[in-house]
């Protein structure tokens, strides 16, 4: 079994094809060390992996995740504090950020988005504080499959 870190690198080269093969532009956020300034540490903010530049809008990031739903809830676990650290940043920048979570048992043919802003939402019914995460449910999520194109997320 692979490892968080290789999970998630490799949920993140399937969502570079995904936006290639819509020819969506876009800036992979490098997460070495050597690219995150000393003084965003004092914000208490987390790095997401994407920048996507979208035509009269503007830009979202986007943190891509490798996750698998809990099967006998149809909900994905995600981390409350991760959680935290984007909210502080979209307050503080304001910003759009949105998770994008798929996994390797469904191929990486579907992507699962949930806005910042809604998983704060979700936060107040859904958290589960000993183990520290949202249990989202899936219907909170706009779903596309690597056919459907990136808009769909911007008009729901």
């Known amino acids: ?10 949920a993140e080269k399937k ?23 000393k003084a ?3 914000y208490n903010i ?4 994407f920048f996507i530049l979208i035509p009269d809008k503007g830009f979202i990031l986007i943190d891509v995740e ?25 307050k503080i920048f304001n910003l ?6 798929t996994n390797d048992k469904m191929h990486f043919s579907t992507w699962y988005f ?7 939402e979700l936060r107040k019914k859904y958290l589960v504080k000993e183990k520290n995460y949202i ?5 909170s999520f706009t779903q596309l499959s690597n056919n459907e194109n990136f808009t769909k997320l911007l008009a729901g």
């Open 1 to 10: 079994m692979k490892n968080k870190k290789e999970k998630g690198e490799k």
């Open 15 to 37: 969502f570079i094809e995904y936006l290639d093969k819509h020819k969506i532009p876009y800036w992979y956020i490098q997460q070495d060390i050597n690219t995150y300034s």
């Open 40 to 42: 965003l540490k004092n």
């Open 46 to 49: 987390q790095r997401p992996d």
């Open 66 to 90: 490798n996750k698998i739903p809990l099967k006998k809830y149809s909900k994905f676990c995600i981390c409350d504090l991760k959680t935290k650290k984007y909210q502080n940043l979209q």
């Open 96 to 101: 759009e950020i949105f998770y994008a979570i």
């Open 114 to 120: 949930l806005p910042i802003s809604k998983a704060v």
């Open 135 to 139: 249990s989202a449910p899936i219907d």
